[in-house]
């Protein structure tokens, strides 16, 4: 395989994340072992409470699985005969789940898909760019299973009905909120604003292995944990990837956040000063739309450059270790760096081939 040195993000087309050592020594330490799974289940359960404060939560294959059994428990509660027969519903079973126009959103799959291979049927409210809460009312009828709220840089930045506000609108009406926040480092945030289900990925910022967390209302767990007997076996998560995801979840709780936070900067500083002065480039440090504590370097190419960003990715991937950018909005002219997924040494290999692509373009 080509080495490549990431600084896309956590990208599940590039292998995620780099796990951390905890979950790998976890993994194999599990891998041979028999055990009896429900009591690895509720070690894990309780290390997603101690990590969320949640009531109880679950480790799912997924985020992405962790959305299907969230919105299949919303609509058939502790049921098996309605967990049974999903997709198909049983008589009685609510099935409508209400999201934003601007939330519609595309994670590999797309979240109404998600909906429907729980058997729901989305009910999107407004507009990809406008959404009231009058909408949001009015699409609340005896129906609703669940109102499902998301967390993303790919959701509409504005006009959208923030989570408080949609908590409440569903609340009142004794309907549950389920928030994807897959890619969010606030293990604890969604659910004081109001998720009574949260879930969050395995393999992104906590360097887990390939699996999903979903934590939240202790009932609801448990109809997303008899989800098991129906359409959740086909998503079934094994004791390697439970055991890794609980010694994740406890190294992100020691973890030296603002150790890593000041070498991420100092990639970004080196990076910045590679490209400094390049005719056609601008370029500055961002935050992350979504609020996670994590900059990237932004560098928009000007037609006055003589090149365009498809152009200067396409010569970074080429390379030789292969650089991958956060790239899809090269059509639009721009692209970012992201330092979050770096092995030591490997942000002076980017700022040589940054300084490269500058010197060509002087
Ligand atoms: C990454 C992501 C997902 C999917 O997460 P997986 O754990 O890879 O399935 C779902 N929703 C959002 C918003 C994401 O960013």
């Known amino acids: 395989m080509r080495p490549i040195i990431n600084v896309s993000g956590t990208m599940t087309a590039l292998g995620a994340s780099i796990m951390v ?65 999903l997709p198909l519903r049983a008589k009685g079973i609510k099935g409508d789940v209400v999201l934003q126009g601007g939330h519609d959103v595309d994670y590999g799959n797309s979240l109404t898909q998600a909906i429907r291979i729980a058997g729901g049927t989305p009910v999107v409210c407004g507009t990809s760019s406008a959404v009231t809460a009058a909408q949001i009312e009015d699409a ?47 293990l604890r945030r969604f659910l004081a604003e109001g998720a009574d289900l949260v879930i969050y990925s395995g393999h992104k910022f906590l360097g887990g292995p390939t699996s999903g967390i979903i934590a939240g209302r202790r009932d609801l767990i448990e109809a997303c944990r ?33 150790g890593i936070r000041q070498s991420e900067r100092a990639a970004l500083d080196l990076w910045q000063a590679s490209l400094a002065g390049t005719p056609g480039l601008e370029i500055k440090i961002v935050p992350d739309p979504t609020g996670n504590p994590l900059d990237r370097l932004e560098i928009r190419v000007l037609p ?56 060509r373009l002087r």
């Open 304 to 359: 006055k450059s003589g090149t365009t960003a498809t152009a200067l990715t396409k010569t970074l991937a080429a390379g030789s270790p292969s650089i991958v950018v956060r790239g899809h909005k090269v059509d639009e002219g721009v692209f970012w760096l992201d330092p979050c997924n770096l092995h030591p040494g490997q942000a002076t290999i980017v700022a040589e081939a940054l300084s490269d692509l500058a010197g």
């Open 21 to 85: 050592p905890e979950a790998i020594e976890a993994m194999a330490a599990i891998a041979p072992q028999f055990l009896d799974m429900a009591e690895l289940h509720q070690s894990a359960s309780e290390e997603i409470v101690r990590a969320t404060g949640a009531e109880s939560g679950i480790v799912t294959a997924s985020a992405a699985a962790g959305i299907i059994i969230a919105v299949a428990a919303a609509m058939t509660g502790p049921s098996l005969p309605a967990i049974k027969m």
């Open 226 to 258: 008899l989800q098991n007997s129906g359409l959740g076996r086909a998503m079934k998560v094994g004791k390697e990837s439970i055991a890794g995801l609980i010694a994740a979840l406890d190294a992100w709780t020691r973890r030296d956040h603002t």
């Open 140 to 186: 609340i009828t005896e129906n609703t299973a669940a109102g499902l709220f998301v967390v993303a840089h790919t959701t509409a930045r504005t006009g959208m009905v923030d989570l408080p506000t949609f908590a409440r609108l569903c609340h009142v009406r004794d309907v549950p909120v389920i928030v994807d926040a897959a890619s969010e480092y606030d």
